[in-house]
């Protein structure tokens, strides 16, 4: 894992085609605001296995139709 330090409104780059940048630091939570191709999907940690599930019914309801 890479650990970095940022202040408000600086950026980390990767490939090329994701930015992510520090919106807001407040005490104990920080914002970020990521910008990310359309054909790259963004989710928070918390939600992907709901996705992933929600992914693997339709992956299913594909192949049996």
Do not use: C, F, W
């Not at 939600?47 to 339709?58: K, M, T």
């Amino acid at each position: 894992m890479l650990v970095l330090s940022r202040k408000i409104s600086e950026k980390i780059i990767i490939d090329n085609d994701i930015i992510v940048t520090v919106v807001k630091i407040d005490r104990n939570q920080v914002r970020i605001g990521i910008e990310a191709p359309g054909h790259i999907p963004v989710y928070r940690e918390e939600l992907l296995p709901a996705v992933r599930q929600h992914d693997d019914i339709a992956s299913e309801v594909m192949v049996n139709a």
